[in-house]
């Protein structure tokens, strides 16, 4: 009997060490690329969609074929603000993330015309739980994706800021949006961008390996309560989510990827 109890001691002992040498081996190491994307599902990610529960996505706005993210509108009538964000079930702050995307076909009807070819990486957003029914964006700080219009500048890894604000040159900056100083890439073409992100400190955003802006200390801009409680009563922002945005016209992304960083 007594070894019988030590056997099974053992064997407890032996299948803790495993789940727990397993649950390491799932964190990604500081200074290695890592895929947050399986290229088959979209397991780890859940959407947001306004007007529905989170989860919930009865028209397909995303989904994953041919080994990419699609994000498309095929079974909207029509788009009537239903803004979307897919959302990563993981809480990050200092890293790189790098994502290759596309805009292609048309824009879904009912879209506005500042959502042509407009798509979006959201950082050290609010988690997607706290997000009301009805919300169009998460607070976040917004690095914003744009495709060309066929003709003229139109440059893309942007800064928008829902809910949020950031310091650049030395001051406050309030303004909702910003352009980088990128160059604009048109028509269906890959563009990889990748976000710097350092914990409450400084965000830099490349396009294809070129940085084309950088800010500092990303914060909330106070006027939603909940949110500047649910963060300590703090405005500075040192983590938070990171989501993928749907806002009327068809994209793809086909690499989701993220070095973790020391602060």
């Given at each position: 009997m007594k070894h019988f109890a030590k056997l099974i001691v053992f064997?407890?002992?032996?299948?803790?060490?495993?789940?727990?040498?397993?649950?390491?081996?799932?964190?990604?190491?500081?200074?290695?690329?890592?895929?947050?994307?399986?290229?088959?599902n979209l397991d780890g990610w859940t959407p947001k969609i306004r007007y529905e529960k989170l989860g919930k996505d009865k028209?397909?706005?995303?989904?994953?074929?041919?080994?990419?993210?699609?994000?498309?509108?095929?079974?909207?009538?029509?788009?009537?603000?239903?803004?979307?964000?897919?959302?990563?079930?993981?809480?990050?702050?200092?890293?790189?993330i790098r994502v290759e995307y596309?805009?292609?076909?048309?824009?879904?009807?009912?879209?506005?015309?500042?959502?042509?070819?407009?798509?979006?990486?959201?950082?050290?957003?609010?988690?997607?739980?706290?997000?009301?029914?009805?919300?169009?964006?998460?607070?976040?700080?917004e690095v914003q994706l744009l495709g060309g219009k066929g003709s003229g500048n139109r440059t893309t890894a942007n800064l928008c800021t829902p809910g949020t604000h950031v310091v650049m040159n030395g001051k406050l900056f309030k303004p909702h949006c910003t352009n980088s100083k990128s160059k604009t890439y048109h028509?269906?073409?890959?563009?990889?961008?990748?976000?710097?992100?350092?914990?409450?400190?400084?965000?830099?955003?490349?396009?294809?390996?070129?940085?084309?802006?950088?800010?500092?200390?990303?914060?909330?801009?106070?006027?939603?309560k909940d949110l500047l409680k649910a963060n300590g009563g703090k405005v500075l922002l040192t983590e938070g989510t990171i989501s993928l945005q749907s806002e009327s016209h068809p994209c793809e992304f086909r690499k989701v990827e993220i070095m973790l960083l020391t602060d």
């Open positions: 064997v407890i002992a032996i299948a803790w060490t495993a789940s727990t040498h397993t649950i390491a081996a799932e964190k990604p190491a500081p200074g290695k690329w890592v895929s947050l994307f399986n290229g088959k028209d397909n706005t995303f989904r994953v074929k041919d080994g990419v993210i699609q994000v498309g509108y095929e079974k909207y009538d029509e788009f009537g603000e239903r803004f979307g964000h897919l959302f990563y079930k993981d809480i990050f702050r200092s890293y790189r596309r805009f292609t076909g048309e824009q879904c009807k009912g879209g506005p015309g500042w959502a042509f070819r407009n798509s979006g990486i959201m950082v050290h957003g609010q988690s997607a739980k706290s997000m009301g029914k009805d919300q169009k964006f998460p607070a976040s700080i028509g269906d073409q890959w563009v990889t961008c990748e976000v710097e992100v350092r914990a409450g400190k400084v965000i830099k955003h490349y396009i294809n390996g070129e940085k084309v802006m950088e800010y500092q200390q990303p914060q909330l801009d106070g006027g939603d």
